[in-house]
């Protein structure tokens, strides 16, 4: 069992880091976008299958291109935001688990199966998404995760030579501007949406 993590550490991480619509003036540098990958990277996912492909929109040529993919305020979101982060998943992913998961032959498990292929990609490309934000805060960036945008017209515009990795959703990273957050909304307590059986 870990250590658990002090107070400070899970304010930074959960409880009190918000979504953020803006940023301030301070770059990240692709050694930032590095770290944060190699964080990330750690979590898991279901024999080992790491199916999320992300790309790191940080010129100006890749958020015009993308802003132009987003609906209503979120393509100036991803203009002023120093990087605009793509998570998309990669339904071929099987075919890197000879490597990533070699104990058996667990590509035969979804050979012949897109089906299964594209569910367990979508599943585990969104854990990892959720990793990227989580690894993002813990080394103090801020992150605005959206989901307006085409994600057709993006996987048209990015992923055109690679069909088979498809957009899951997108985030900006940064730091946080406070002027740009919204108060904080309901978490409801654990009887709300939960039960115990």
């Not at 992913?93 to 490597?99: A, G, Q, R, V």
Request: aromatic share 10%; charged share 20%; net charge negative.
């Amino acid at each position: 069992m870990g250590e658990k993590l002090s107070d400070a550490a899970l304010d930074t991480i959960l409880r009190t880091a918000r979504s953020y619509n803006g940023y301030l003036n301070q770059p990240i540098s692709e050694d930032d976008c590095h770290a944060i990958w190699d964080l990330m990277k750690w979590g898991p996912t279901s024999a080992n299958q790491m199916p999320a492909r992300l790309i790191w929109c940080r010129s100006d040529d890749a958020k015009a291109k993308l802003a132009a993919c987003a609906s209503g305020t979120n393509g100036p979101k991803i203009l002023a935001a120093p990087v605009t982060v793509i998570i998309g998943h990669d339904e071929n992913f099987h075919e890197k688990l000879p490597e990533l998961f070699p104990h058996t032959n667990a590509k035969a498990w979804f050979d012949n199966n897109l089906p299964l292929r594209q569910l367990s990609a979508m599943r585990n490309g969104t854990l990892q998404g959720a990793y990227f934000i989580i690894a993002a805060r813990a080394l103090g960036f801020d992150t605005g995760p959206m989901s307006g945008f085409n994600n057709a017209a993006v996987d048209e515009a990015f992923f055109a030579d690679t069909p088979h990795i498809k957009s899951n959703f997108i985030s900006t990273l940064g730091i946080g501007d406070p002027a740009t957050i919204f108060d904080r909304l309901p978490r409801p307590n654990f009887g709300t949406f939960n039960s115990v059986a």
